[in-house]
């Protein structure tokens, strides 16, 4: 099991997105590689953007508020490296492994740019995957 926060604090230290940054990377992204389809919705205030590929389904997951992007290992990442330098990048080979835990409390005390928005018991904290991630702070 990997403790979250720890992956977290190393990607807030890298990079915390202000202004168009984020929009600019995914853009980047989109245009590195054409074969990628980008499921974000900045309108909804989404935390996470995602990007599927045909034969892989979802290959890459950036946070829209610090430089942290958990990348499926099947993925040609070449395509894409030289513009992800900034991140933290994180490679798994399933998002639906359930590899992670985290202390809410300090999240909320050392991340305050992410927030847990999954009710009490819909996740567990002690045992969760990438997707569980995705839906607890989208």
Known sequence: MENMIEVLRKAR?????????????????????????LDWDD???????????????IVCMVSAKIGVAFIKKCYEFNNIKNIMDMLEIVFTDDYNLDNYFIDLTSLEQEIPEFYWHASEG?????????????????
């Open 13 to 37: 230290n890298k990079k915390i997105f202000l202004n168009n940054e984020f929009e600019e990377l995914l853009m980047e992204i989109q245009l590195a590689d054409s074969n990628l389809k």
């Open 43 to 57: 309108g909804a205030g989404e935390e996470w953007a995602r990007f599927f590929s045909q034969k892989d389904g």
């Open 122 to 138: 819909a996740v567990n904290i002690n045992c969760f995957s990438l997707d569980d991630l995705y839906f607890a702070t989208v």
